[in-house]
């Protein structure tokens, strides 16, 4: 019964530095999403995925880059981590949109860039 | 455009008074779905409620009731007799036709319940 699981669970990054943050889901979703959440904004969406091949920007996918290879993964990667990188980042999967869309989200992964 | 706005930064009561956090909302799409999340301070998002555009009912969990109001695009949720432990921050967060599961969260309530 893991659901949406996200690892790290914290990092402390140097500017400059790469690294991926992992999420995977065992429901068969189609649909994932990342999220970073800031004091003040709410979340706001990074990239999303429809479908195993398929990804698209959110509204602010600068400094991020993604993949989707399979159904079960959806890793986010931040090439060269700046410090305006900081934050809490969430994946989420469902099934799609319509009266089956429940949005699960993952723990949250706490990033610092130093 | 898609927009949420929650005007309330922050909120704060004593234990068992009852309080109502806004939620206003813009869409130009007819069906739509409406959510209230909460996030404790361990971090983590609950999910409260899923509301469709085509059911205005309002609905009441225990101590928690939501308002649905499409006249004036908002989505109210209230605690009653609120506890300690309703302290933490609420989101509304909105999904529309084409979204294919994509939210628009609002910036959040940070609500205090003191003792």
């Known amino acids: 019964n893991a659901g949406v699981t996200q690892t790290p669970k914290f990092q402390v990054l140097k500017t400059g530095q790469s690294m991926t943050l992992q999420c995977a889901q065992d429901m068969n979703h189609e649909y994932m999403s990342w999220y970073r959440q800031d004091p003040g904004m709410g979340l706001r969406l990074i990239h999303y995925?429809?479908?195993?091949?398929i990804t698209d920007q959110g509204e602010v996918p600068n400094g991020y880059n993604v993949s989707r290879s399979t159904t079960e993964d959806f890793p986010l990667r931040l090439l060269s981590a700046a410090p305006s990188q900081t934050s809490v980042y969430f994946c989420?999967?469902?099934?799609?949109w319509g009266s089956g869309n429940t949005i699960y989200f993952g723990e949250g992964s706490w990033l610092t860039v130093v | 455009a898609q927009k949420v706005t929650q005007a309330q930064t922050e909120i704060s009561v004593v234990e068992k008074e009852d309080v109502t956090l806004d939620c206003v909302y813009e869409?130009?799409?007819?069906?739509?779905?409406l959510f209230w999340y909460k996030q404790p301070p361990s971090g983590e998002l609950v999910f409260l409620i899923r509301?469709?555009?085509?059911?205005?009912q309002n609905e009441i969990s225990g101590r928690y009731s939501w308002n649905f109001q499409k006249s004036t695009s908002s989505f109210n949720f209230t605690i009653t007799a609120s506890q300690v432990v309703d302290s933490a921050v609420y989101f509304c967060?909105?999904?529309?036709?084409?979204?294919?599961?994509?939210?628009?969260f609002g910036e959040g309530t940070q609500l205090t319940v003191n003792p």
């Open positions: 995925s429809v479908g195993a091949g």
């Open positions: 989420a999967s469902s099934y799609g």
């Open positions: 967060a909105l999904s529309w036709e084409t979204s294919g599961s994509r939210l628009t």
């Open positions: 869409t130009r799409d007819t069906t739509y779905y």
């Open positions: 509301r469709n555009s085509f059911d205005e």
